[in-house]
């Protein structure tokens, strides 16, 4: 079992802007971790769901969950895509979001390294506590737990350990 601080993600100035970074690790074989971040319908279980070409260079749209709210369409490009070991995808939008999730076998585990550069100068610390709720709905898509619950409860536990508070 991991514990709150294994989880934290990073956030770190880097010469393209501001980078935020997380590494989870699950006993599943890549292949069914690869699975959870692609496949319709396990994504729609932790992030949503993505409507479009499956291809590098494909464009779609992909469907948040939200934290809060209404899910929201954005439009999305399929970067980079090696399976089962690298996708990088570009959200079509103002910010461009670009997001790199790299999977590796390390000790009998797979290793998801999940990296979101923002522009220079962007407070991240909203973006981090996102991204760490989604991906522990994605702990718990791999693993069969409950999940991180509502936001508000959510930002309750995690917010202090990012220096936000509900």
Do not use: N
């Not at 791999?142 to 509900?166: C, Q, V």
């Amino acid at each position: 079992m991991t514990t709150q601080d294994e989880r934290l993600g990073e956030v770190t100035e880097v010469p393209a802007g501001v980078q935020v970074r997380f590494r989870r690790s699950w006993p599943d074989p890549i292949a069914d971790v690869w699975a959870a971040l692609t496949e319709s319908d396990r994504t729609a279980r932790w992030i949503g769901t993505y409507e479009g070409e499956r291809r590098v260079g494909g464009a779609g749209t992909l469907t948040m969950t939200e934290e809060e709210g209404e899910p929201a369409g954005q439009p999305m490009r399929i970067v980079e895509c090696d399976p089962p070991h690298r996708l990088v995808v570009q959200w079509e939008t103002e910010e461009a979001w670009r997001i790199a999730l790299d999977l590796t076998e390390e000790q009998g585990r797979t290793v998801l390294v999940f990296t979101h550069v923002l522009a220079p100068g962007t407070d991240a610390g909203d973006y981090v506590l996102g991204w760490h709720w989604y991906l522990d709905k994605l702990d718990a898509e791999l693993g069969g737990g409950s999940g991180p619950g509502d936001w508000d409860t959510f930002l309750a536990a995690t917010g202090p350990a990012y220096g936000r508070s509900s």
